[in-house]
């Protein structure tokens, strides 16, 4: 039989990865992010031009 050990809660790892972001002086910026298609886009014109290409392939 093996033991194993609670994962830590989530807000610990958060706290975590927040700590290391202020640690390196990196900032968290909100983004919008675009679906289409089943992708992705973190650009409007680069999601609207895929579907004008593809018309109908809503995600």
Do not use: C, W
């Amino acid at each position: 039989m093996t033991s194993s050990t609670p994962a830590e809660p989530s807000h610990v790892a958060h706290d975590d990865m927040e700590a290391a972001l202020k640690q390196h002086g990196i900032v968290r910026v909100p983004a919008d992010i675009f679906h289409y298609g089943g992708y992705r886009y973190t650009n409007i014109k680069d999601a609207i031009a895929e579907a004008k290409r593809n018309p109908g392939r809503h995600s």
